[in-house]
């Protein structure tokens, strides 16, 4: 049973385009939810994250919206530019030491 | 400060030989953890440990052992590899938010991923 489930699987944006990518999950226990950028080659990093307590989280071109009621949260990166092609990852985990559940990623190409 | 730092980048073993994919963290992080990268599939949990001499299962453990002497290292074991362990696998460190009693898998700091090939 995949907790999260993210998509589209890939993405192509224009550049200055806004990429949206989307994440749900059903465990609500989850309270932790951070997203991760994976360049070819290199390990994941984080990129932004959030709690539930707050719907919007914004760091320079990149958003997170979240939705509690629907379990749901995305994505935005507005302007997008070539150097934001990457894969991307949400993942969720618990309070405790539980470890962070991911999504199967999204592959974003910006082309110019 | 070299951060989490894995070996070997790449290896190719035959069907059915051993081998130990190493991890080490400077960061005195009190959490590891191993994942694998396949395409379509996301990174799925393999083992973590959330102090030496604690490990604990993930969601794919079969065919791979660990074990957590030191806060630093977590090596990964294939005891006897198999094709289906073809794989990119990271290593994973991680330190508490602080803002949240008892966790201590949120803020991850990957390695850059040791390449598997099993002929």
């Known amino acids: 049973q995949q907790q999260v489930k993210q998509s589209p699987q890939s993405l192509i944006v224009q550049k200055g385009g806004i990429s949206i990518i989307n994440c749900a999950y059903e465990?609500?226990?989850?309270?932790?939810f951070p997203w991760y950028q994976q360049f070819p080659g290199k390990g994941p990093a984080l990129l932004i994250a959030?709690?539930?307590?707050?719907s919007e989280k914004k760091e320079g071109r990149f958003t997170i919206s979240f939705n509690k009621s629907a379990k749901q949260f995305s994505l935005h990166i507005m302007d997008s530019q070539p150097g934001d092609s990457a894969t991307y990852f949400c993942?969720?985990?618990?309070?405790?030491?539980?470890?962070?559940?991911f999504g199967k990623g999204t592959r974003l190409s910006v082309i110019a | 400060n070299a951060g989490v730092t894995q070996t070997p980048k790449f290896q190719v073993l035959k069907t059915g030989q051993s081998m130990t994919l190493q991890c080490a963290q400077d960061?005195?992080?009190?959490?590891m953890s191993w994942y694998r990268q396949d395409p379509g599939m996301g990174l799925r949990l393999i083992h973590y440990?959330?102090?030496?001499?604690?490990?604990d299962q993930g969601e794919v453990p079969n065919g791979y052992n660990v074990s957590r002497s030191t806060t630093e290292d977590f090596p990964l074991r294939l005891l006897s590899a198999a094709p289906s362990q073809t794989s990119v696998y990271f290593c994973?460190?991680?330190?508490?938010?602080?803002?949240?009693?008892?966790?201590?898998?949120?803020?991850?700091?990957f390695g850059a991923g040791s390449r598997l090939t099993v002929l």
């Open positions: 960061m005195n992080h009190e959490y």
């Open positions: 959030i709690r539930p307590d707050v």
């Open positions: 994973a460190s991680s330190y508490d938010l602080g803002d949240r009693r008892g966790s201590g898998a949120n803020v991850l700091t």
């Open positions: 465990n609500t226990a989850f309270d932790y």
């Open positions: 440990s959330v102090g030496a001499g604690i490990t």
């Open positions: 993942a969720a985990s618990t309070a405790g030491n539980t470890p962070l559940v």
